[in-house]
């Protein structure tokens, strides 16, 4: 079993930077990937960004590419969310999630094990 904490959300205008963590505790592995997740109000959760490897494979949604980077200390079992330039339709509920096995899935129904969200909204 493996044990996702993620935090770091907050409330955001456009253009602002945010960094999101998610820390792994368990039968942990970097050739497992985890994956970032975010659920907008009444939608599916959508893939975002996933790393593997210990950072050696990186995959970003289209959306988020150039703004977005996805790392991870290894030392620390934490992968790191950095969001920049963020934009309204950003905000959500972001998830970590991982599986146990290999693969990179854009799927929310292939992954094993989950954080249990960090939120990301709009400042008025």
């Known amino acids: 079993q493996v044990q996702l904490v993620d935090s770091g959300g907050g409330l955001v205008q456009a253009g602002d930077s945010l960094r999101l963590s998610c820390t792994a505790s368990?039968?942990?592995?970097?050739?497992?990937?985890t994956v970032w997740f975010r659920q907008a109000p009444g939608k599916d959760r959508d893939f975002v960004a996933a790393?593997?490897?210990?950072?050696?494979?990186?995959n970003y949604a289209d959306s988020v590419k150039g703004r977005f980077t996805v790392s991870r200390d290894n030392a620390k079992n934490t992968v790191y969310l950095q969001m920049n330039s963020l934009k309204p339709e950003d905000t959500g509920v972001y998830y970590c999630?991982?599986?146990?096995?290999?693969?990179?899935?854009?799927?929310?129904?292939?992954?094993?094990?989950w954080g249990q969200g960090t939120q990301v909204a709009g400042a008025a």
């Open positions: 368990g039968r942990t592995s970097t050739t497992s990937p």
């Open positions: 790393i593997r490897l210990g950072g050696q494979i990186t």
């Open positions: 999630a991982s599986r146990a096995t290999q693969g990179i899935y854009r799927s929310a129904v292939e992954y094993d094990f």
